[in-house]
């Protein structure tokens, strides 16, 4: 099985920061790479496809990039109604697979 | 809009099956268009993917929950459902149901709420 490793596990930030999260594939998985956000007590959100694709509907703020093992997910101007817990997945092998979170937090 | 809601019991005994259910609505478990998924996730820690049945009946389990996870699906009911069995402790979670699309892009594009299932006697 793939193993998803995402950087930090953790950290905090401010309203207006630019912030990248970072996702690394313990094999390549080409651009086969998904982004996701869950906030307490709810279902994960779908936010990037395809690496860098944007689901419909995800703010332009947004971003993904990355091939291969190494992915990043950027958040250009930190919004308070995103704070949360981030997960990266891989779905280019099965059984698909997800990184263990990223929890960004106010500071 | 398509929408899923997971139902089934909150707490299972220890070495019973766990059985869940999803119902989905604003779409049809029969298009061939997606796949049907699970997926848990245990209190305070990460997802993990479980398995997925297209509208035929073929299906695809973890390797590490295969031996004892079933996934099926009733086009009548427009559901599909879960069971879990020998279940401990280590599965307590909220199990999601989720759609994946079929195509290239393998992603989840829609979840339901999500349903707390404790193990525990």
């Known amino acids: 099985a793939i193993r998803m490793t995402q950087s930090p596990s953790s950290f905090s930030a401010s309203t207006g920061d630019r912030v990248t999260i970072t996702c690394r594939a313990s094999q390549g998985i080409s651009s086969y790479l998904a982004w996701y956000q869950q906030k307490p007590g709810k279902a994960p959100k779908l936010l990037i496809y395809a690496a860098s694709t944007l689901q419909s509907g995800v703010p332009s703020r947004f971003s993904g990039s990355g091939s291969g093992t190494d992915f990043t997910l950027t958040i250009s101007c930190l919004q308070s109604e995103d704070f949360a817990t981030y997960y990266c997945?891989?779905?280019?092998?099965?059984?698909?697979?997800f990184g263990q979170g990223t929890r960004l937090e106010i500071k | 809009q398509v929408q899923l809601q997971e139902s089934g019991p909150g707490l299972v005994k220890p070495s019973e099956t766990l059985s869940l259910t999803c119902t989905v609505s604003g779409g049809s478990v029969s298009s061939g268009s997606y796949y049907w998924s699970w997926i848990r996730q245990p209190p305070g820690k990460g997802l993990e993917w479980i398995g997925y049945i297209y509208y035929s009946g073929s299906t695809n389990y973890n390797p590490s929950l295969k031996s004892r996870v079933t996934i099926s699906v009733d086009t009548s009911k427009n559901q599909f459902s879960l069971k879990l069995s020998s279940v401990t402790a280590a599965d307590t979670a909220v199990y999601y149901c989720a759609r994946i699309v079929h195509g290239e892009h393998l992603i989840n594009d829609y979840w339901g709420q999500g349903t707390l299932v404790t193990v525990s006697s």
């Open positions: 997945q891989q779905y280019y092998s099965y059984p698909q697979s």
